[in-house]
């Protein structure tokens, strides 16, 4: 592929990202997870939401290398998701799938609209091109979101797939019925 970019229009911005980057080098300093491959060793991927108040590996008891993270605004079931867990599964190890949005999330406390008008209103940037995947029942969109998933037609039939929401005030998943 050509570099489209010339080279003043190439640069890393280090003043923007110097704490990014010395925490890296007292990180790699210690660095010994160089023996892990890129499967799952656990057989686990969890899809779940972006928030930050969210450690995937801790909340489930997981390390490096035991589990693939799918993370996205709301831990909804898109067809990228789908893309990630088929290559997941047939490349990486997975067998089992878990979906896992949580409480307080942003996502399931406005609407497309309302996140749309916010954006506008605040920033002035017009963000209708976006399906930013809100929902009004968290729980129904949970549910769905499994059914994608158990339904996927490049996925195997017998994948394991459940559905827990984590509740960011306790630090507990709570599984659900789906």
């Known amino acids: 592929m050509a570099n489209v970019f010339s080279d003043s229009e190439k640069h890393f911005p280090q003043s923007e990202f110097a704490d990014v980057l010395e925490a890296n080098s007292v990180y790699a300093e210690s660095f010994q997870d160089q023996h892990l491959t890129g499967s799952a060793a656990k057989g686990l991927a969890v899809v779940t939401c972006m928030d930050s108040r969210i450690d995937p590996l801790g909340v489930l008891g997981m390390r490096a290398g035991d589990v693939k993270i799918v993370r996205n605004a709301g831990a909804r079931v898109t067809s990228d ?19 896992m949005p949580h409480t307080s999330c942003k996502m399931a406390s406005a609407t497309d609209e309302q996140i749309w008008d916010l954006i506008y209103e605040d920033f002035g940037v017009d963000t209708r091109s976006l399906n930013f995947h809100t929902v009004q029942d968290q729980m129904g969109a949970l549910a769905l979101d499994v059914q994608k998933i158990r339904s996927a037609p490049l996925l195997p039939k017998d994948i394991t797939v459940g559905g827990a929401l984590y509740d960011v005030a306790t630090g507990r998943i709570n599984p659900v019925e789906v």
């Open 81 to 99: 998701v789908l893309r990630t867990l088929t290559l997941a599964h047939y490349l990486l190890n997975v067998s089992r799938i878990l979906v």
